[in-house]
């Protein structure tokens, strides 16, 4: 394991337009220093939107590619989640896609039934851990965020990011399951959101925040638009994890 520098991009989406999307993150990521992983928010080609037969690409459409290509120049990971259409289905999916063209994906597992999210995408079935630099780590997409169960740390995880978006009516909720999750998985946890408004009326505040295995924030970014970057240290998981051994005493 060594430092893990993570990035989390928080921006204004333009609602149901991927083209312009993936040419406003080419543009904020011009620039970036170097890091070793990208994260997006949820649907970070579209906005949160449920018009997935107009919208939705194959998983070799243009935003998949753009995240590949993306990952190459900047030599480190890109995450983020974007509706996908395969086997005449449609899924929530987030693509994890490192330098080298490996590709990892989750399908959102909790789908927002409050929007009619469950009429629309195909539920995912199995957690995604992926290991990066040492680290051990878990994509989850928003809504995942309200069900421990489904984030509970049985796999040793060492960072769970969260991609959302997150209304700024229910912040509160965001703000405070984000710290919990940290605190009883000991973990380092990101939540990234976006900000602004979508085309649905729904407003976002943003609170992209990066949280450390004791429930500290170490990051927070309120509502400005920005690419902030963190670096994690090597083994701090490990350090905590043996001052506080509370992960020993969980229920099976």
């Known amino acids: 394991m060594r430092d893990l520098r993570l990035t989390l991009v928080q921006e204004h989406l333009f609602w149901e337009d991927p083209r312009a999307n993936l040419a406003h993150f080419t543009q904020v990521l011009e620039g970036l220093e170097a890091t070793d992983v990208i994260v997006l928010p949820e649907m970070f080609n579209t906005g949160f939107s449920m018009q997935a037969g107009q919208l939705a690409e194959t998983p070799d459409g243009p935003s ?10 900047r030599e480190a990971v890109v995450a983020g989640s974007l509706m996908i259409r395969e086997n005449n289905r449609f899924y929530n999916r987030l693509y994890w896609i490192q330098p080298d063209g490996q590709l990892f994906s989750y399908d959102k597992r909790h789908l927002f039934s409050l929007a009619g999210e469950h009429q629309v995408f195909e539920a ?100 400005r638009a920005g690419v902030f970057t963190f670096v994690l240290p090597a083994n701090s998981v490990s350090e905590f994890r043996t001052r506080l051994p509370f992960l020993n005493d969980r229920d099976l």
Do not use: H
Not at 64 to 73: F, I, L, Q, Y
Not at 188 to 193: E, H, R, T
Not at 199 to 206: K, L
């Open 124 to 223: 995912g079935t199995t957690r995604l851990v992926v290991e990066w630099q040492g680290w051990r780590i878990t994509p989850l997409i928003c809504y995942d965020l309200r069900f421990p169960v489904w984030s509970r740390n049985t796999d040793g995880v060492d960072l769970m990011i969260y991609v959302a978006n997150w209304p700024v009516r229910r912040a509160l909720a965001w703000n405070a399951l984000l710290r919990a999750r940290a605190i009883e998985n000991i973990c380092w946890v990101a939540g990234v959101n976006r900000i602004g408004e979508d085309g649905a009326g729904d407003t976002y505040n943003g609170d992209t925040v990066l949280i450390d295995p004791v429930g500290k924030p170490v990051l927070e970014t309120a509502d």
């Open 64 to 73: 998949v590619t753009w995240m590949a290509e993306t990952a190459r120049s």
